[in-house]
């Protein structure tokens, strides 16, 4: 079947090449009725957009390529779906790679997705220092924002939640409840979300007991990693243990349980990030909910303002409110439903 062109439209509507051109483009100001006829033809004829064509006029190919360090964090699927909207909206279509937590496989995904010529890149970096010299490469060369996580003052946009406000928000929480011994169960390595909510942890915890700060295990952000880290904490019979992110949260919340913890009424158990889990867990996680919509469509407006050659002392650094869940991992249940949320 014959593709239907630009000119089979004009025919079909009787309007000129060139103004079926700006109905379907909407790069100028065209009349109703004539917009009207225009699309019913090309409906009527099922004609196609060909963005290969339009991406060797106008030379940009209307792609943004997504990284992720690890799909299988169910945060990052929410994530994901709320950029794709909000670049949808702008006509720009995203393409995603995986790299599996590696910052080698990190650099290759971002040299094939700079090798197909998208027209910007969107990042979660792996790590803050080792994935440095790949991100500031690629930020030189092509509009570029780091989405959660950072690589240091400079190297590029960068949007995430507030992790210090955020564990705030979970300290305040605690000690109003009456929590006097927490600890908490971390990422190791130098991701910038790991490393920050851990500082504030640290920086924080000292109001509710002078040697909580140094009650700290770290591992990664896995279920499987809050499982162990309950059986090394528990011993010392903490009130509280506090969790970089909701994964961890939930195998602390298992494992405790099984070693016949009472949870919430001996030791509280809280999260970060809000992932539907959270909701799920059995008492329910008490967690710091990021706002992903917020974060995506910060993320498209950088990529919008941001030229490829913007000089790297005009990097912005966003930092949005999170939001604190009370639920009843860390109060009773019938308390947890009175509670009102922090922001």
């Given at each position: ?203 924080g915890a000292a109001s509710l007991d002078p040697t909580a700060p140094g009650r700290v295990e770290l591992g990664d ?76 469509a910060e993320a498209a407006r950088l990529l919008s303002r941001r030229p490829t050659d913007a000089d790297p002392a ?30």
């Open positions: 079947m014959a593709e239907v062109t630009l000119r089979d439209v004009a025919l079909a509507s009787g309007c000129s090449v060139a103004t079926v051109s700006r109905v379907l483009a909407g790069t100028r100001p065209v009349g109703a009725e004539t917009v009207r006829t225009v699309r019913a033809a090309a409906e009527r004829l099922g004609y196609r957009p060909n963005h290969v064509a339009r991406a060797l006029r106008s030379r940009t190919t209307g792609t943004v390529g997504l990284v992720l360090p690890q799909i299988t964090n169910p945060f990052f699927p929410s994530l994901v779906r709320e950029l794709e909207h909000a670049l949808h909206a702008e006509g720009r279509a995203v393409l995603l790679a995986d790299c599996d937590d590696d910052p080698v496989t990190e650099a290759a995904r971002i040299g094939a997705f700079l090798g197909r010529q998208v027209d910007a890149l969107l990042l979660i970096p792996v790590d803050e220092r080792r994935s440095r010299e790949a991100v500031a490469a690629a930020a030189a060369q092509v509009p570029l924002v780091l989405l959660d996580r950072g690589c240091g003052p400079g190297v590029a946009d960068s949007v995430a939640v507030d992790n210090a406000a955020g564990m705030a928000l979970v300290l305040d929480h605690l000690a109003a409840t009456g929590r006097r011994r927490p600890c908490f169960v971390g990422a190791a390595g130098t991701a910038s979300a790991a490393v920050e909510r851990r500082a504030a942890y640290e920086a952000f896995s279920v499987a990693w809050g499982r162990a880290a309950a059986d090394r904490v528990w011993p010392s019979r903490p009130d509280a243990v506090i969790c970089a992110n909701d994964l961890i949260a939930a195998g602390a919340l298992q494992r405790l349980r099984q070693l016949g913890a009472d949870v919430p009424g001996e030791v509280a158990v809280t999260g970060f990030d809000d992932i539907p889990l959270a909701g799920l867990a059995d008492p329910a996680l008490t967690t710091v909910r990021q706002p992903v919509g917020e974060l995506a005009s990097r912005r650094t966003v930092r949005l409110a999170p939001q604190l869940v009370v639920r009843g991992s860390s109060v009773p249940v019938d308390a947890a439903a009175d509670a009102t949320a922090g922001g």
